[in-house]
């Protein structure tokens, strides 16, 4: 199951401790304490895979390396090794203490979470012309200690969106070399797949029912997720007793969501129209029509019919880019 929300306790390294010792060498008496190793960072880095977060749902808290203690002969600790936690690009990371926020866009991307503690100083940065032989030292500074709640919105350039069992997983799969799982009952996919259409992302976004803005069905989870899409592929089916209803109920939840989905680009397409008569389909065509919305009857069996999906999608990709 895709982990897209969860909270992590971060305690970066602290430092070692500074050392007490001293030259045993008779004409070069002297301290010789080294100083401690700085504690290890954390730091969150981003990645492509979605399910990125779910490694951290049971790890609590996440710990970096302790820098370590100084030596003699002016030996400093070695650093704590530093702590890079991947999350997918499109996370939101608030820090829960301060709230402060920030999203991490770009693949390789990096946001310094929680800095290593300084090391404390050994008993040779002590001496003096009053005090040839210090014996003081200084205990590490403990690292920081940050919460953070990590929340994962999708990018994708297109999503796919409609009721439950109207074809998303098996068009995705069509289209991309996604493998999303397919059957001929309702809520198959219980959590987003993305599949990649040349340069384009496209998101399969788990079937919405009427009252998913509300919290029904899979609720309200997945339709954050389509906030980020640039497009959508609103897909119903030709099977259904009522075409048009069925669309309403999704554009009905898209706007109680968020009013801002209802002026995305749309492609509204008609799906396993090799399932119905050509008269069902013309007479939902028409339906449509009246609606002054354009269907396009499309099926995965029909290699002709998903030319017109692929052409819009290539209008898309090659407006990457531009202003």
Do not use: C, W
């Not at 099926?299 to 999608?313: G, P, R, T």
């Amino acid at each position: 199951m895709l982990v897209d929300d969860v909270t992590v306790r971060l305690e970066a390294g602290a430092g070692g401790r500074g050392s007490v010792a001293f030259n045993k060498v008779r004409l070069a008496l002297g301290p010789t304490g080294g100083d401690g190793g700085q504690g290890g960072s954390i730091y969150f880095e981003g990645v492509t895979d979605i399910n990125a977060l779910s490694r951290y749902a049971h790890r609590q808290p996440i710990l970096a390396e302790k820098g370590k203690d100084g030596r003699g002969q002016f030996l400093d600790g070695r650093g704590g090794e530093d702590l890079l936690l991947q999350v997918p690009t499109g996370t939101m990371i608030i820090n829960t203490q301060t709230g402060f926020a920030r999203e991490i866009v770009k693949v390789g991307e990096r946001m310094l979470a929680a800095g290593g503690g300084e090391g404390g100083r050994g008993n040779f940065k002590f001496r003096s012309s009053t005090n040839t032989s210090p014996k003081e030292y200084e205990d590490g500074k403990v690292g920081d200690r940050a919460t953070y709640r990590l929340e994962l919105r999708l990018i994708a350039h297109v999503g796919l969106v409609g009721l439950p069992n109207a074809g998303k997983s098996s068009l995705l799969n069509e289209l991309t070399a996604a493998k999303s799982r397919v059957a001929n009952y309702a809520f198959t996919t219980l959590e987003p797949h993305l599949g990649a259409y040349y340069e384009l992302i496209l998101a399969d976004i788990p079937g919405l029912i009427e009252g998913a803005s509300g919290g029904k069905g899979l609720g309200f989870k997945f339709l954050k997720h389509i906030e980020r899409t640039k497009t959508i592929f609103h897909l119903v089916t030709s099977e259904s007793d009522d075409p048009v209803r069925d669309y309403g109920v999704v554009r009905s939840e898209l706007t109680s969501y968020s009013p801002a989905l209802a002026d995305k680009e749309e492609h509204i397409f008609l799906t396993k129209s090799d399932m119905v008569t050509p008269e069902r389909i013309r007479e939902i065509v028409a339906s449509f029509a009246k609606l002054d919305k354009k269907v396009t009857p499309i099926s995965v069996l029909d290699a002709e019919s998903l030319k017109v999906v692929k052409a819009i999608l290539n209008t898309i990709k090659d407006g990457l880019g531009k202003v």
